[in-house]
């Protein structure tokens, strides 16, 4: 092998970082390009992880790690799809993983859904976190009572950026939108509410604790609402991290309520409508019962229905993958097909095309799960390697001119480690981790760059 092997890696979030940095151990003769829509990195990590969770944020030091090998090379503010295609980028690479995650959260799909007051997680996670396409939400949260629906971390991650302190809030880097709104919120009571039973919630015992250990916020529970049917009971037996949970939510149980705000648990509820003239009024629920094995439990309907007045709605039901230009899409899962991390096409594979991250399994797992998940995509990539015909043009600076004649304005890692600088400069001034840039045409401008 006379050159080296050139990767591309489409996202720079958690998976596409841990993919390159296989890559770049694992074999001494790939370089990797990553591709990043927005000039900044780290997708799920800055745009994801909630903005008091530094230390979780803090993961990226390692990803600067990763950016440092001269073999690696990063070009920020390049949507591939919108301004390069996959075909354009193909004989440059004698492979592409696909590492673009899944920013789209799932829809309730019931009547009254786009109503004023009504909002998907992923739109309140990024305006909260400086998404560029969130930062003008019309919320105002002048009124008093939400309903989130979904009992995963995202949930609990919403009602504790709702329910925090500004005092709390203020020294991280929440965006300045989300943070002057906060500041004047009417927010008293949060419900969250799941289809199932406390026997299946998904969040973890540590984010459950934490929400409990918030100043001003009470958590109330029904004791009604944690009596479990014979299934649930043996899946809360078999499980001692789910033995915990149910601790923790009976504690809360016998909670007397002292504070300003209040955070409620419903279970066995699934919202059918959601009503108002004009904005969230109410939310409709259908009573659930529980049938199946342990472990296998689905929420079915009693026909029972019951009223709550409300004025907002947060849907956090988990998230989905958008379509890729010009590549296979499971609409069933919201996932690229993939066998182990070779995309696959009615069956069959598509040499070369790899992916990896939510968008290969999922929307499952905490960030340190994309290590071994990217794993398995690289060591297969790096199996097929010797068998793929070799690209067209495998000099770096081919693919650059060719980006540059496209008028390309991307945007180098040492160019992002320059805004980088800035936000904690500026965060510094305020007192502040650091104060975010939530403007893609600021950031450019701030480097020269506009278009
Ligand atoms: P999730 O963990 O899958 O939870 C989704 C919730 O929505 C479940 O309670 C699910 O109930 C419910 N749901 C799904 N479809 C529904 C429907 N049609 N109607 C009503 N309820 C429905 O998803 P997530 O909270 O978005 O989290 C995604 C991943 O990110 C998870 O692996 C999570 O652990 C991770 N994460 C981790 C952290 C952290 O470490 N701090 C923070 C945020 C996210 P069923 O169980 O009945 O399906």
Redesign the pocket.
């Known amino acids: 092998m006379e050159r080296n092997y050139r990767i591309a890696i489409i996202g720079s979030g958690p998976s596409g970082f841990f993919s390159a940095e296989h890559l770049l151990r694992l074999n001494p003769n790939c370089e990797v390009d990553m591709y990043e829509r927005y000039p900044d990195p780290f997708g799920l990590v800055r745009r994801?992880?909630?903005p008091d969770?530094q230390n979780?944020r803090n993961v990226s030091k390692a990803f600067d790690e990763i950016a440092k090998n001269p073999r690696f090379i990063y070009f920020g503010n390049v949507d591939v799809g919108i301004d390069v295609s996959l075909n354009e980028l193909r004989p440059f690479y004698d492979a592409i993983i696909l590492a673009c995650g899944m920013e789209t959260?799932?829809r309730?799909?019931i009547p009254g859904e786009d109503l004023y007051g009504s909002y998907t997680?992923s739109s309140i996670v990024g305006w909260y976190n400086c998404h560029p396409v969130y930062q003008s939400l019309d919320i105002k949260l002048d009124r008093e009572r939400v309903f989130i629906?979904?009992?995963?971390?995202?949930?609990?991650?919403v009602a504790r950026i709702l329910t925090r302190p500004i005092e709390e809030l203020k020294g991280t880097d929440i965006s300045d939108n989300a943070l002057e709104t906060l500041k004047t919120s009417k927010i008293k009571e949060i419900y969250i509410?799941?289809?199932?039973g406390p026997a299946?919630?998904?969040?973890?015992e540590?984010?459950l604790l934490t929400l409990g250990e918030i100043g001003e916020t009470d958590i109330l529970i029904n004791p009604e609402e944690l009596i479990l049917n014979e299934a649930s009971d043996e899946e809360v037996k078999a499980s001692p991290s789910l033995q915990r949970i149910m601790d923790i939510l009976k504690r809360f149980s016998e909670t007397k309520p002292t504070r300003k705000r209040r955070i409620y648990f419903l279970f066995l509820r699934?919202?059918i409508r959601i009503e108002g003239q004009g904005r969230v009024e109410r939310v409709l629920f259908e009573k659930n019962v529980l049938e199946g094995m342990p472990n296998k439990q689905?929420?079915t309907g009693s026909g029972e229905i019951e009223v709550h007045e409300c004025d907002y709605i947060i849907?956090?039901?988990?998230?989905r993958g958008n379509k890729f230009p010009g590549v296979p899409y499971d609409e069933m899962k919201g996932i690229i097909p993939n066998i182990a991390g070779r995309v696959v096409k009615e069956g069959t594979v598509i040499h070369g095309l790899y992916v990896t991250g939510?968008i290969k399994r999922g929307?499952?797992?905490?960030?340190g799960?994309n290590k071994p998940d990217s794993l398995e995509t690289v060591k297969n990539l790096l199996a097929d390697l010797p068998t793929l015909p070799l690209c067209e043009y495998p000099q770096r600076n081919n693919l650059i001119q060719y980006l540059k004649d496209k008028d390309i304005k991307f945007i180098t890692y040492e160019e992002w480690k320059k805004l980088d600088q800035y936000e904690l400069e500026q965060g510094e001034k305020e007192g502040k981790v650091r104060k975010r840039l939530c403007d893609v045409e600021e950031m450019l401008k701030l480097l020269n760059k506009v278009r």
Do not use: C, H
């Open positions: 994801g992880v909630a969770s979780i959260s799932q309730l799909g997680a629906i979904g009992m995963g971390n995202v949930a609990i991650d509410v799941g289809r199932r299946q919630v998904k969040f973890k540590n984010e699934t919202p689905k929420a849907s956090s039901i988990g998230y939510w929307p499952v797992g905490l960030i799960n």
